[in-house]
């Protein structure tokens, strides 16, 4: 029995001196495949870069809100680096509120431009949102996401993750979930029908018990598969066959 990890960034710094031992335990762990989401312009052409060089690696490239603070949105770079054909997404992308110096204006004109060119490409979208969720909405519903979109790392209500689903998103979860006092996660775990949910690390942030204060790596995933399943009242084999189903039909893999 072998896991995805929907949303990684192997791309980081934390795994500037290891990531070829990361990458082994990966393996060693039964991860299927991994797919790495860019956040800027240097770490959306490495996780292309990765997808090239490993057979079980895919990507996404986008913008994270940060990267749209200032109006320089390059389209065009995101444009081209999607044309190749481990490319499965556009993302992460969407609103972060949660710092004082955000330009929302910048933000939201920057998410929206970028569903556009998902849509163009015919592309899923995964979308960060943080201390956003009205805002997030609102754009979500005024823009079609033509060819679907996951609200990644998932730490909203379980009533936002309601109005998400209405929309015909994906939720997905991360170690959070494993959190004693998380109650959000739970919750949402609970209420999101199995085949509307998506599993992630956002590796190298949200190490799941029993690992946390470590750095996260993508095998850690087990760790999130088995607290869900664990809620929803199901065995882990029942659950890694419907996720993993639901992580591929999303991207198309």
Known sequence: MKLIDSHAHLMDEMYQQDVEEVIKRCLENDIEFIVNIGYDKESSLEAVQFANQYDFMYAAVGLHPDACNESNIDLAFLKELAKNKKVVAIGEIGLD???????????????????????????????????????????????????????????????????????????????????????????????????????????????????????????????????????KNISLEEFVNDVNHNIRAFYRI
């Open 97 to 231: 509120y949660h710092y004082d110096e955000t330009n929302r204006d910048n933000q939201k004109d920057g998410f929206i431009k970028q569903i556009q060119l998902a849509n163009e490409l015919s592309l899923p979208v995964a979308i960060h949102s943080r201390d956003a969720d009205m805002d997030t909405l609102k754009i979500l519903k005024e823009n079609k996401i033509e060819n679907g979109f996951v609200m990644h790392c998932f730490s909203s209500s379980v009533e936002i993750a309601k109005e998400i689903l209405k929309l015909g998103g994906y939720i997905s979860l991360a170690g959070t979930v494993t959190f004693k006092n998380a109650r959000n996660p739970k919750e949402v775990a609970d209420m999101v029908p199995l085949d509307k949910l998506l599993v992630e690390t956002d590796s190298p942030y949200l190490t799941p018990e029993p690992f946390r204060g470590k750095r996260n790596e993508p095998w850690h995933v087990w760790e999130t598969a088995k607290k869900i399943a664990e809620i």
